[in-house]
T-cell receptor, first 115, second 111 residues
Framework: QQQVKQSPQSLIVQKGGISIINCAYE??????FPWYQQFPGKGPALLIA?????SEKKEGRFTISFNKSAKQFSLHIMDSQPGDSATYFC??????????????FGQGTILTVHP | DAMVIQNPRYQVTQFGKPVTLSCSQT?????MYWYQQKSSQAPKLLFH???????NEADTPDNFQSRRPNTSFCFLDIRSPGLGDAAMYLC??????????FGQGTRLTVV
């Protein structure tokens, strides 16, 4: 129930295309859903995040779509650029208790954007 | 700028030789985390602190210990590193707009 399932495992997109990465969860106690971007040899960096009272959040070329009833959320990268090539992780945080913001991560998606 | 600083960035240690990784944060937050990330895998939480309250994940091996002498600093001690402990070790704290603000990590190699 603590799992977050992420797909696809890898994604190849042409420059200017749309990259879409999907995540699904089971635990309805999750209350915060961030996406992290990680370049090789670096720590993950927060890209964008959403809470379940909102169905969509957009920041620049990055959009999270959230479907509470289906327990799914996705990351859309519009006008994908070669500089977006990285590993993307979705995650989820459980509300309250002793979790102190503990994140459960998806398995990651390696995105390659070809010029 | 708020920062999480990990030292060293790269650490090579011998099989079975104790090693300590360090982390400091400028956000002055009472929560700190240690994650282990193996190649091509997601970060896996080892333990976290809320102030000095230490919380070990159920599946974190006893070989891994941690110390937090004050709010700003946190250490990860690996008592007897094995080849399977080779990984990136990530320290994190809570940020203004994020539940986990990560450092750049320490890449541990065990020889």
């Amino acid at each position: 129930q603590q799992q977050v399932k992420q797909s696809p495992q890898s994604l190849i997109v042409q420059k200017g295309g749309i990259s879409i990465i999907n995540c699904a969860y089971e635990n309805t106690a999750f209350d915060y859903f961030p996406w992290y971007q990680q370049f090789p040899g670096k720590g993950p960096a927060l890209l964008i995040a959403i809470r379940p009272d909102v169905s969509e959040k957009k920041e620049g070329r990055f959009t999270i779509s959230f479907n509470k009833s289906a327990k799914q959320f996705s990351l859309h990268i519009m006008d994908s650029q070669p500089g977006d090539s990285a590993t993307y992780f979705c995650a989820a945080k459980q509300a309250g208790g002793t979790s102190y913001g503990k994140l459960t991560f998806g398995q990651g998606t390696i995105l390659t954007v070809h010029p | 700028d708020a920062m999480v600083i990990q030292n060293p960035r790269y650490q090579v240690t011998q099989f079975g030789k104790p090693v300590t990784l360090s982390c400091s944060q400028t956000l002055n937050h009472n929560v700190m985390y240690w994650y282990q990330q193996k190649s091509s895998q997601a970060p896996k939480l080892l333990f976290h602190y809320y102030d000095k309250d230490f919380n070990n994940e159920a599946d974190t091996p006893d070989n891994f210990q941690s110390r937090r002498p004050n709010t700003s600093f946190c250490f990860l001690d690996i008592r007897s590193p094995g080849l399977g402990d080779a990984a990136m070790y990530l320290c994190a704290t809570k940020g203004a707009n994020t539940e986990a603000f990560f450092g750049q990590g320490t890449r541990l190699t065990v020889v």
